[in-house]
Nanobody
Framework: QVQLVESGGGLVQAGGSLRLSCAASGRTFSDSAMGWFRQAPGKEREFVAVISWSGGTTFYANSVKGRFTISRDNAKRTAYLQMNKLKPEDTAVYYC????????????????WGQGTQVTVSS
């Protein structure tokens, strides 16, 4: 079993930055892809970014490309999402997820999910 715990969310003004962390417990992490997703009120959960098990491959949603950076530290069993130049439309609950296979942008293919952390960007 794997547990994922997100942290680092909060309230920030437009143009500001936040760094989300996702700490994993359990047997698997270093051999798993890690993804970040978000869900705004009244909207479906959407893909934000994903990183391969080694950290060598990353993919981003077009809406965050150039502003967000996903990374991981396998020794610390933690994944990160650095969010810069935040916009009000980035406001959502952010979730991290683990997939025990190759990286994918499809949320339905992930095996474990965190509880989410709220990010609110004021204009």
């Amino acid at each position: 079993q794997v547990q994922l715990v997100e942290s680092g969310g909060g309230l920030v003004q437009a143009g500001g930055s936040l760094r989300l962390s996702c700490a994993a417990s359990g047997r698997t992490f270093s051999d798993s892809a890690m993804g970040w997703f978000r869900q705004a009120p009244g909207k479906e959960r959407e893909f934000v970014a994903v990183i391969s098990w080694s950290g060598g491959t990353t993919f981003y949603a077009n809406s965050v490309k150039g502003r967000f950076t996903i990374s991981r530290d396998n020794a610390k069993r933690t994944a990160y999402l650095q969010m810069n130049k935040l916009k009000p439309e980035d406001t959502a609950v952010y979730y991290c997820a683990l997939r025990r296979r190759l990286a994918t942008m499809n949320p339905g293919e992930y095996d474990y999910w965190g509880q989410g952390t709220q990010v609110t960007v004021s204009s």
